[in-house]
């Protein structure tokens, strides 16, 4: 498996993100090798999802790396593979504060639902459903909005940058100031 060039917001070739990506037809090799790539990538981030046009790729596909159950002290992980997905029922709605590897140091507050039911295609064509709650369901809609070329900071609430402290935590600072392209915040667009 390979590191994938994760696109950062700025980069040249950044377009890609911000642009319906294109639907999945060939379930082949060259689909599994993707999905190999990303999970490989997403893993070195290290994130809990990528989408395809993050690691430049214009199709609807999207890895995401998650604990089984997060009581659950081991952590057992479970990779979702999602081609092709779609949210067809979503429920409840709860703000929380999300990042993305597109965009290092800036975080978001964005208003997600709790529950999504998604339908996708596996790495063979076969359609799926899945249901997702609380973080798992944020994940979910955080990759499908990529795959839609809608970026977290085009529904927050409020931005932040993402200052390392001398212990090596981070701290989450209100920006006030307009950045560079899509990034503004609420109070200043």
Same mark, same amino acid.
């Given at each position: 498996?390979?590191? @994938?060039?994760?696109?950062?917001?700025?980069?040249?070739?950044?377009?890609?993100?911000?642009?319906?990506?294109?639907?999945?037809?060939?379930?082949?090799?060259?689909?599994?090798?993707?999905?190999?790539?990303?999970?490989?990538?997403?893993?070195?981030? *290290?994130?809990?999802?990528?989408?395809? *046009?993050?690691?430049?790729?214009?199709?609807?596909?999207?890895?995401?790396?998650? *604990?089984?159950?997060?009581?659950? *002290?081991?952590?057992?992980?479970?990779?979702?593979?999602?081609?092709?997905?779609?949210?067809?029922?979503?429920?409840? @709605?709860?703000?929380?504060?999300?990042?993305?590897?597109?965009?290092?140091?800036?975080?978001?507050?964005?208003?997600?639902?709790?529950?999504?039911?998604?339908?996708?295609?596996?790495?063979?064509?076969?359609?799926?459903?899945?249901?997702?709650?609380?973080? @798992?369901?944020?994940?979910?809609?955080?990759?499908?909005?990529? @795959?839609?070329?809608?970026?977290?900071?085009?529904?927050?609430?409020?931005?932040?940058?993402?200052?390392?402290?001398?212990?090596?935590?981070?701290?989450?600072?209100?920006?006030?100031?307009?950045?560079?392209?899509?990034?503004?915040?609420?109070?200043?667009?």
């Amino acid at each position: 498996m390979e590191v @994938l060039n994760i696109v950062k917001v700025g980069d040249p070739s950044d377009s890609i993100l911000t642009k319906p990506a294109a639907r999945v037809r060939d379930f082949g090799p060259t689909l599994h090798k993707l999905l190999g790539d990303m999970l490989q990538t997403l893993r070195e981030a *290290p994130g809990v999802g990528v989408a395809a *046009p993050q690691v430049g790729v214009d199709l609807r596909v999207s890895v995401i790396e998650y *604990p089984e159950d997060e009581e659950d *002290p081991e952590h057992t992980m479970r990779v979702y593979e999602l081609i092709n997905p779609e949210i067809i029922k979503a429920k409840g @709605l709860e703000e929380g504060q999300e990042g993305c590897l597109s965009m290092p140091g800036i975080a978001a507050d964005v208003d997600r639902a709790t529950f999504v039911l998604v339908r996708a295609q596996d790495r063979y064509g076969k359609e799926f459903r899945i249901k997702a709650y609380d973080w @798992l369901a944020r994940i979910f809609q955080h990759e499908i909005d990529h @795959l839609q070329g809608v970026l977290m900071t085009d529904k927050a609430k409020q931005l932040y940058r993402l200052v390392e402290l001398p212990d090596g935590k981070f701290e989450a600072v209100p920006i006030e100031e307009t950045l560079p392209g899509r990034l503004k915040t609420k109070a200043s667009a």
